[in-house]
């Protein structure tokens, strides 16, 4: 399996390691819910250099991206980010990303299990003058996240942290850590304010050591998952993969329908009746898991596509893919042992931390 270069330290720290995307990952330190809420209450810090950063140049690089993601990339200002698609022919999606447009280039992140075939997709489909160069070996990725985020990377760096909205980046500097490439985004993956710090891996070690003296709780790939699930953000290959289409879960308002991209034509012929939909739940006993079956009156109508107990709401809480025509709230899951639990449907999102005052 893979390394990322801060394993000799994740060790160090006592971290348990698992299998994720072909990568050896931490998945807690401590325990997954004390990691969790640290991250609700307090700031954690994950190491997410699995994931893949490619970078786009040349002058036709706009027109590009807009072809192979469904977000509106055309007018992104500098600095600014978005969360956007890359679709396959049938409408589905190949990865979720997000596109930054950092001055006189673009920067894309992708999934790390879906770093190979992003980068020759992309390269399969480019046009005019355009370059990508991957990244990936060449930096880490670092994400400091929760309420106390900005406050602790304020004491490390020269750049005007206070000043960076949300879904914007900024060449970050450090007031003691020199850096050969570094930028910081204030996006994330658990619901909360927080900040990606994208960092040349020779000082990659070097920064999370001065995040740990300073108390920061390292955290690994379990709360993550469950942070993200209250948040209700997307994990590929549950609530996205190349059999279903950003219509089913919900991510209309994400799609530019003014742009001619890879896969359009097929959502228009869905655009206002996608077969699926994308629904959120708490189980009334019991905990579903991903695959478990959605059945009303005993026929399937549906399967969970992730489902965990929640830390912060203290009860059990997925996502499921169910038949748009169901309106029903009073449904059950089979789980594994073929016995059946009711849940409710409701509201999306489970957490919602205001970003307001950071937009």
Not at 103 to 127: E, P, Q, R, S, T
Not at 267 to 277: C, F, G, M, S, T
Request: glycine share 8%.
């Amino acid at each position: 399996m893979k390394q990322t270069p801060l394993y000799n330290f994740h060790k160090e720290l006592g971290a348990k390691f698992i299998e994720f995307s072909g990568w050896s990952m931490p998945v807690q330190y401590s325990s997954v819910i004390e990691e969790h809420n640290a991250v609700r209450t307090n700031v954690g810090v994950f190491d997410t250099s699995h994931m893949g950063t490619f970078i786009v140049t040349g002058k036709d690089s706009e027109k590009f991206i807009s072809s192979v993601t469904l977000g509106n990339i055309v007018g992104l200002s500098d600095n600014k980010a978005r969360y956007s698609m890359i679709l396959n022919e049938y409408g589905c999606v190949k990865d979720d990303v997000i596109v930054y447009n950092i001055g006189d280039k673009y920067m894309i992140v992708v999934n790390a299990g879906n770093l190979n075939k992003d980068f020759d997709w992309l390269n399969d489909h480019k046009v005019g003058d355009v370059q990508i160069d991957d990244i990936s070996n060449e930096i880490c990725l670092i994400a400091l996240q929760g309420p106390k985020a900005e406050k602790v990377l304020k004491c490390l760096a020269e750049t005007d942290i206070e000043g960076i909205k949300y879904f914007t980046i900024s060449k970050l500097k450090f007031k003691t850590l020199e850096t050969t490439f570094c930028y910081v985004s204030r996006t994330g993956y658990t619901g909360e304010d927080g900040f990606e710090i994208f960092i040349s891996k020779g000082q990659a070690e070097s920064l999370f050591k001065k995040l740990i003296d300073m108390s920061v709780k390292p955290c690994g790939l379990g709360c993550r998952d469950t942070l993200r699930l209250e948040a209700c953000m997307p994990l590929h290959g549950h609530e996205i993969s190349e059999d279903i289409n950003p219509l089913e879960v919900g991510f209309q308002k994400t799609v530019n329908w003014d742009n001619n991209f890879i896969g359009k034509k097929t959502l228009l012929q869905i655009k206002d009746k996608p077969l699926r939909k994308l629904v959120a739940f708490e189980c009334l006993s019991g905990i579903a898991r991903n695959s478990n079956e959605v059945v009303l009156y005993g026929k399937k109508i549906g399967y969970v596509t992730s489902g965990s107990f929640s830390p912060t709401l203290k009860k059990a809480i997925g996502l499921a893919l169910i038949d748009s025509n169901v309106t029903s709230e009073e449904l059950e899951v089979l789980l594994y042992n073929n016995s059946s639990r009711k849940i409710r449907i409701v509201p999306k999102p489970f957490y919602k931390k205001s970003l307001i005052n950071k937009i």
